[in-house]
């Protein structure tokens, strides 16, 4: 089976895979370390002189460090408290018989699909009576419109994957159903929560839509400052480049250490 | 013109000497004045363009001045509208508005903004003596401040629409002069400048509002088109707008691919890199086009009018007035009146002016010394006379400009004709028009 | 199998899920529900009126909104196809034994893509489609593609960006799926067939089933919501070509000031979500 000449089309396919992954990202990085008029060169140059001034341009003149600490505030928050109010909800939804569970599950994930465009107008307008408009909490709590179901989808499936006879042996000596999940069922079901805790966190710290509408200066998160480059007047490509490898760096770095876990936790359901 | 400039100079002089006895007189500082402000702070939206970036560096000086401490808050021109729009209506933090001409009559009929003459009568003690409202050009007064014959801003940030073009490009093609009618443009400059990858002009187009100010309005006004006739009526298929909409479908053979997704930047590029020879823009990009830095073509840059049309010349219009926001408190709206006059004063157009911004103020330039500023003369000209409804200005504007946008592109893409085109953005048009009452005679016709 | 609890109990674990996401979902959801059934401009709110269901009316009677829900879906049927496509071909090339060290790279850069900010992904594109100084045309060889100012490329554009950000989750998903597969059973059967195509059909498939429902639900919400990486990308232009509905609702929301016919259109919208949902979720899926 692994001949030699089985090999070949695997290892041509595997490199296409990885350079078309990767290609974007090393161009967006090359990009940033160009001057504005390296980057309109056209045809575009591959070799050039780089230079770190976007960088400390955008970090320290634009204030692009600051809505990064705000992004990296908010993201952290908002995943632990979806995993602190999801994963019980979870264990209930995967270990308890009730009526409405049915109803109950779909309306979780249902949150999942309603569009951001729906809730920021109303949002803004109680955020702002409450005062509560460019705060961080604002954006911690709104992100749990979408943060909470997958925490609650991707767990409740993994909870469900853990065989009944642990818990039941737990049960006869006389353990509470809360030193069950964290005894027993959370360790198992690690890999499940490790991914759902790295996919709030990639949603959270990607989004933009709320952040543009509910936020002004103090709690600016960093993909609303990479569009805040974009005046039509004049587009400092280096500069966005230069803040858009800032956003995704913290991000990919967060998910390339989970990514071991990524497989294991996204069984959607596929129990053996 | 020597004469003029002289008594220029003179009543220049005259007005600082009598705003030095008139000061000792009767004491009126900006020291003074903002004393019972001290320690105010004020919150204003600014855009990433050239006149901001000249007051902010100006800043230092009136903030140490009056102790009033000014909040910047900024964005770009595309999200400058929707944030302004929700802090008013959620009764935020903002105490200045910065007013593009089509939105003034929206912040005006929603009572966003005071009217200056109120603010003025509100706190005598902070108005300039010298603030001499007489000197702003008129037409840019009224179209960028005023609503409804009444002035609620001062102009600030302020565009005319200029002809840049490439000198080189065009002697070698054996012209010694740029063209002095759109026609010409098209059928005698297009041709002979197009070809080899290079073209001879290029309208950004873009689906924001460029599509409607800049590409759409452009080629309406010179023809003797408009949007509207007197009853508020769509006037986009009368002959003469037609002319002008069919005229900028013939003038895209002479225009880069993809003009419709050409927004300032790209057009302004094409331009600095000697792709195009001609472009009609802002004067606020002069700095952008003649700085090495950013041009390769910066030597060869020179400005004239807009081309003229049937109609005569008709150059675009825009620019942004600031003006106090109603939703301030007392302190706040005094601090704010007083950095607006400050900002848009004759005695700091002159430095405005040299650190990119273009003041408003008629007496800035009769000045000598403004060689270096080629734009000037096609400024001053172009201010004279102009159509303040260049777009119309009503509260509607928003709306009908989002309709523009959508079908003056799919015009230009050829997916619709300029007849059916103009007949759905007029249809479009005038079904919020009626819905805004001005058909019901609820609404007075004001645009 | 289920055990009985006390409600006391039940509540106490679902109970503050349920009530966090009722304060941040439901609420707002129901001032939505309001406003879509009012004049609600925000420009002019001394106007406000109720008109019944006269803006859903309006949506529904609405050509240009039909035009971008039809955008939107022929977006999803060209994307979607194609990233379930890719995105199992990969899961293969990954679940094959063998060649550790290179797998395990091409594990961690589909983490890539993934991790890419949508706005970003749009700037991206912006550099690297640019029809003078992109990439993409010096890698074509010099070809002078209009991509960002023709309808058609601009819609090619984005079907290629959704693509490569999305192929590689739909890839970790099915490779999650894949290891499902007890191995005795898997080799049991490889001693019976030597074709790959009968293992993935009869052995594999079943424990792919809830992994690709999860990526139907998942890439369809997202796909009716994508709006970061269009707009940052083309704004929904040149024309109306890449007018996806989320955009089309944020054009007439925030740019218009209608938030009372964008409500009622986000309604809409969100019904025909649930709808779809519901559909998948009852035909695949076998729920909790």
Redesign the interface.
């Given at each position: 089976m692994?001949s030699a000449r089985a090999?070949w089309p695997?290892?041509i396919?595997?490199?296409v895979?990885?350079t078309?992954?990767?290609f974007?990202?090393y161009?967006?990085v090359t990009?940033s370390l160009k001057t504005?008029?390296v980057?309109?060169?056209?045809?575009?140059v591959w070799l050039f002189e780089p230079t770190l001034t976007n960088y400390f341009e955008a970090l320290f003149e634009d204030g692009v460090l600051q809505t990064l600490i705000n992004s990296l505030i908010i993201a952290i928050c908002t995943t632990i408290?979806s995993l602190?109010?999801?994963v019980?909800?979870a264990?209930?939804?995967?270990?308890?018989?009730?009526r409405g569970?049915?109803d109950?599950?779909?309306w979780?994930?249902?949150?999942?699909?309603?569009?951001?465009?729906?809730?920021?107008?109303?949002?803004?307008?109680?955020a702002?009576n409450l005062g509560l408009?460019d705060k961080h909490v604002t954006l911690v709590?709104?992100y749990?419109?979408f943060n909470?179901p997958i925490v609650?989808?991707i767990v409740?499936?993994q909870f469900?994957g853990i065989p009944?006879d642990l818990d039941e042996a737990a049960r006869l000596e006389g353990a509470s159903?809360i030193t069950i999940?964290l005894k027993i069922c959370l360790p198992l079901a690690m890999p499940g929560v490790a991914v759902s805790a790295i996919f709030s966190f990639?949603f959270s710290?990607?989004e933009?839509?709320y952040g543009?509408?509910l936020t002004?200066?103090d709690a600016k998160t960093?993909?609303a400052m990479?569009?805040?480059?974009?005046?039509?007047?004049?587009?400092p490509?280096g500069k966005?480049?230069a803040t858009?490898t800032l956003?995704?760096i913290p991000?990919?770095i967060?998910?390339?250490i989970a990514?071991k876990q990524?497989?294991?936790?996204?069984?959607?359901?596929?129990?053996? | 013109m020597k004469m003029l400039r002289n008594l220029s100079c003179l009543t220049v002089l005259l007005s600082f000497f009598g705003t030095i006895a008139f000061a000792s007189g009767h004491g009126w500082s900006l020291k003074d004045a903002a004393k019972p402000y001290e320690g105010t702070t004020v919150d204003v939206v600014f855009l990433l363009r050239p006149g901001y970036e000249a007051i902010e560096a100006m800043l230092p000086a009136f903030e140490e001045e009056t102790g009033i401490s000014i909040n910047i808050i900024k964005h770009p021109y595309e999200n400058a509208l929707g944030e302004q729009v929700r802090d008013f209506v959620a009764g935020g933090d903002l105490d200045i508005a910065l007013i593009d001409l089509v939105w003034i009559g929206n912040f005006a009929e929603n009572e966003w903004i005071v009217p200056l003459a109120d603010v003025q009568a509100k706190f005598p003690d902070i108005v300039d003596p010298d603030l001499d409202i007489d000197d702003f050009f008129p037409l840019v007064l009224n179209a960028f401040g005023g609503w409804d014959d009444i002035v609620y801003g001062l102009p600030f940030d302020n565009y005319s629409g200029l002809l840049f073009y490439n000198r080189c490009t065009l002697e070698e093609a054996g012209f010694d002069a740029p063209p002095e009618t759109w026609g010409d443009l098209k059928d005698v400059y297009g041709p002979a400048l197009t070809g080899d990858g290079k073209y001879a002009f290029a309208l950004q187009s873009k689906r924001n509002e460029t599509q409607s100010a800049d590409s759409f309005a452009r080629v309406l006004w010179p023809f003797g088109g408009s949007f509207l006739d007197a009853d508020f009526r769509s006037n986009l298929n009368s002959a003469e707008s037609q002319t002008g909409l069919k005229f900028r479908q013939d003038l895209m053979q002479y225009m880069p691919d993809g003009i419709v997704a050409y927004d300032h930047a790209e057009t302004v590029n094409a331009f600095s890199q000697g792709d195009v020879a001609m472009i009609t823009e802002w004067s606020a990009f002069y700095s952008t086009v003649v700085s090495p830095d950013t041009s390769k073509v910066a030597d060869c840059v020179e400005i004239a009018p807009e081309p003229k049309g049937p109609a005569g010349r008709k150059p675009a219009l825009g620019g942004f007035s600031l003006a106090v926001a109603s939703q301030a408190d007392e302190a706040e709206q005094a601090a704010a009146y007083l950095f607006i006059q400050w900002a848009t004063s004759k005695a700091n157009a002159r430095e405005y002016l040299e650190r990119g911004g273009v003041p408003a103020r008629q007496s800035v330039y009769m000045q000598d010394g403004l060689e270096n500023f080629k734009f000037v003369p096609a400024l001053v000209e172009s201010w004279q006379d102009g159509v303040p409804e260049f777009r119309p200005r009503f509260a509607e504007w928003p709306e009908i400009t989002e309709i523009v946008q959508e079908w003056g592109t799919k015009i230009m893409l050829g997916e619709v004709t300029t007849e059916e085109g103009a007949q759905e953005i007029g249809t479009r048009m005038e079904d919020v028009l009626e819905a805004a009452g001005y058909y019901s005679g609820d609404k007075p016709l004001a645009q | 199998m289920h055990r009985q609890v006390s409600r006391k109990t039940i509540f106490a674990f679902i109970g503050p899920a349920v009530i966090g996401l009722a304060m941040v979902g439901i609420a707002p959801l129901l001032y939505a529900v309001w406003t879509s059934l009012h004049f609600y401009n925000l420009t002019k709110l001394k106007r406000v009126e109720f008109i019944g269901l006269e803006n859903y009316w309006t949506v529904l009677t609405d050509e240009v909104f039909w035009q971008a829900m039809g955008r939107t879906f022929f977006l999803l049927g060209t994307a979607l196809p194609l990233q379930i496509a890719l995105g199992l071909i990969i899961a293969l090339v990954l679940h094959q034994p063998g060649l550790t060290l290179l797998k395990t790279l091409g594990r961690l850069s589909l983490v890539l893509p993934m991790a890419t900010t949508y706005a970003v992904v749009g700037l991206l594109g912006q550099v690297m489609f640019n029809q003078k100084f992109g990439v993409v045309n010096q890698l074509l060889g010099g070809a002078n593609i209009n991509w960002i100012g023709d309808p058609n490329n601009a819609f090619f554009m984005i079907i290629f960006w959704d693509v490569w950000q999305w192929t590689p989750f739909v890839a970790l998903v099915l490779l999650a799926g894949l290891t499902m597969v007890p191995i005795e059973i898997e080799e049991a059967a490889r001693l019976e067939t030597k074709s790959n195509w009968i293992l993935l059909r009869f052995v594999q498939l079943p424990f792919l089933v809830p992994g690709l429902v999860a990526v139907l639900i998942l890439r369809t919400a997202d796909t009716l919501k994508l709006f970061d990486m269009v707009f940052t990308l083309t704004r929904g232009g040149p024309g109306s070509s890449t007018e996806f509905i989320s955009l089309m609702i944020q054009r007439v929301g925030f740019r218009g000031f209608d938030q009372g016919l964008a409500s009622a259109q986000a309604i809409i919208l969100l019904i025909i979500t649930i709808v779809l949902a519901q559909l998948y979720i009852r035909v695949f899926y076998k729920e909790v």
């Amino acid at each position: 089976m692994n001949s030699a000449r089985a090999l070949w089309p695997q290892i041509i396919l595997l490199v296409v895979i990885i350079t078309v992954c990767v290609f974007p990202f090393y161009w967006m990085v090359t990009t940033s370390l160009k001057t504005q008029i390296v980057a309109l060169e056209a045809p575009p140059v591959w070799l050039f002189e780089p230079t770190l001034t976007n960088y400390f341009e955008a970090l320290f003149e634009d204030g692009v460090l600051q809505t990064l600490i705000n992004s990296l505030i908010i993201a952290i928050c908002t995943t632990i408290l979806s995993l602190i109010l999801g994963v019980p909800a979870a264990f209930a939804l995967a270990r308890f018989e009730f009526r409405g569970k049915k109803d109950l599950w779909f309306w979780f994930i249902t949150n999942r699909m309603v569009s951001p465009i729906v809730l920021a107008l109303p949002f803004f307008l109680i955020a702002r009576n409450l005062g509560l408009l460019d705060k961080h909490v604002t954006l911690v709590l709104i992100y749990l419109t979408f943060n909470l179901p997958i925490v609650i989808w991707i767990v409740t499936d993994q909870f469900r994957g853990i065989p009944y006879d642990l818990d039941e042996a737990a049960r006869l000596e006389g353990a509470s159903q809360i030193t069950i999940m964290l005894k027993i069922c959370l360790p198992l079901a690690m890999p499940g929560v490790a991914v759902s805790a790295i996919f709030s966190f990639i949603f959270s710290w990607n989004e933009l839509m709320y952040g543009l509408i509910l936020t002004r200066t103090d709690a600016k998160t960093a993909p609303a400052m990479a569009v805040s480059f974009m005046e039509g007047y004049n587009l400092p490509y280096g500069k966005i480049m230069a803040t858009s490898t800032l956003i995704v760096i913290p991000v990919l770095i967060f998910a390339l250490i989970a990514s071991k876990q990524l497989v294991r936790g996204l069984t959607m359901g596929a129990v053996k | 013109m020597k004469m003029l400039r002289n008594l220029s100079c003179l009543t220049v002089l005259l007005s600082f000497f009598g705003t030095i006895a008139f000061a000792s007189g009767h004491g009126w500082s900006l020291k003074d004045a903002a004393k019972p402000y001290e320690g105010t702070t004020v919150d204003v939206v600014f855009l990433l363009r050239p006149g901001y970036e000249a007051i902010e560096a100006m800043l230092p000086a009136f903030e140490e001045e009056t102790g009033i401490s000014i909040n910047i808050i900024k964005h770009p021109y595309e999200n400058a509208l929707g944030e302004q729009v929700r802090d008013f209506v959620a009764g935020g933090d903002l105490d200045i508005a910065l007013i593009d001409l089509v939105w003034i009559g929206n912040f005006a009929e929603n009572e966003w903004i005071v009217p200056l003459a109120d603010v003025q009568a509100k706190f005598p003690d902070i108005v300039d003596p010298d603030l001499d409202i007489d000197d702003f050009f008129p037409l840019v007064l009224n179209a960028f401040g005023g609503w409804d014959d009444i002035v609620y801003g001062l102009p600030f940030d302020n565009y005319s629409g200029l002809l840049f073009y490439n000198r080189c490009t065009l002697e070698e093609a054996g012209f010694d002069a740029p063209p002095e009618t759109w026609g010409d443009l098209k059928d005698v400059y297009g041709p002979a400048l197009t070809g080899d990858g290079k073209y001879a002009f290029a309208l950004q187009s873009k689906r924001n509002e460029t599509q409607s100010a800049d590409s759409f309005a452009r080629v309406l006004w010179p023809f003797g088109g408009s949007f509207l006739d007197a009853d508020f009526r769509s006037n986009l298929n009368s002959a003469e707008s037609q002319t002008g909409l069919k005229f900028r479908q013939d003038l895209m053979q002479y225009m880069p691919d993809g003009i419709v997704a050409y927004d300032h930047a790209e057009t302004v590029n094409a331009f600095s890199q000697g792709d195009v020879a001609m472009i009609t823009e802002w004067s606020a990009f002069y700095s952008t086009v003649v700085s090495p830095d950013t041009s390769k073509v910066a030597d060869c840059v020179e400005i004239a009018p807009e081309p003229k049309g049937p109609a005569g010349r008709k150059p675009a219009l825009g620019g942004f007035s600031l003006a106090v926001a109603s939703q301030a408190d007392e302190a706040e709206q005094a601090a704010a009146y007083l950095f607006i006059q400050w900002a848009t004063s004759k005695a700091n157009a002159r430095e405005y002016l040299e650190r990119g911004g273009v003041p408003a103020r008629q007496s800035v330039y009769m000045q000598d010394g403004l060689e270096n500023f080629k734009f000037v003369p096609a400024l001053v000209e172009s201010w004279q006379d102009g159509v303040p409804e260049f777009r119309p200005r009503f509260a509607e504007w928003p709306e009908i400009t989002e309709i523009v946008q959508e079908w003056g592109t799919k015009i230009m893409l050829g997916e619709v004709t300029t007849e059916e085109g103009a007949q759905e953005i007029g249809t479009r048009m005038e079904d919020v028009l009626e819905a805004a009452g001005y058909y019901s005679g609820d609404k007075p016709l004001a645009q | 199998m289920h055990r009985q609890v006390s409600r006391k109990t039940i509540f106490a674990f679902i109970g503050p899920a349920v009530i966090g996401l009722a304060m941040v979902g439901i609420a707002p959801l129901l001032y939505a529900v309001w406003t879509s059934l009012h004049f609600y401009n925000l420009t002019k709110l001394k106007r406000v009126e109720f008109i019944g269901l006269e803006n859903y009316w309006t949506v529904l009677t609405d050509e240009v909104f039909w035009q971008a829900m039809g955008r939107t879906f022929f977006l999803l049927g060209t994307a979607l196809p194609l990233q379930i496509a890719l995105g199992l071909i990969i899961a293969l090339v990954l679940h094959q034994p063998g060649l550790t060290l290179l797998k395990t790279l091409g594990r961690l850069s589909l983490v890539l893509p993934m991790a890419t900010t949508y706005a970003v992904v749009g700037l991206l594109g912006q550099v690297m489609f640019n029809q003078k100084f992109g990439v993409v045309n010096q890698l074509l060889g010099g070809a002078n593609i209009n991509w960002i100012g023709d309808p058609n490329n601009a819609f090619f554009m984005i079907i290629f960006w959704d693509v490569w950000q999305w192929t590689p989750f739909v890839a970790l998903v099915l490779l999650a799926g894949l290891t499902m597969v007890p191995i005795e059973i898997e080799e049991a059967a490889r001693l019976e067939t030597k074709s790959n195509w009968i293992l993935l059909r009869f052995v594999q498939l079943p424990f792919l089933v809830p992994g690709l429902v999860a990526v139907l639900i998942l890439r369809t919400a997202d796909t009716l919501k994508l709006f970061d990486m269009v707009f940052t990308l083309t704004r929904g232009g040149p024309g109306s070509s890449t007018e996806f509905i989320s955009l089309m609702i944020q054009r007439v929301g925030f740019r218009g000031f209608d938030q009372g016919l964008a409500s009622a259109q986000a309604i809409i919208l969100l019904i025909i979500t649930i709808v779809l949902a519901q559909l998948y979720i009852r035909v695949f899926y076998k729920e909790v």
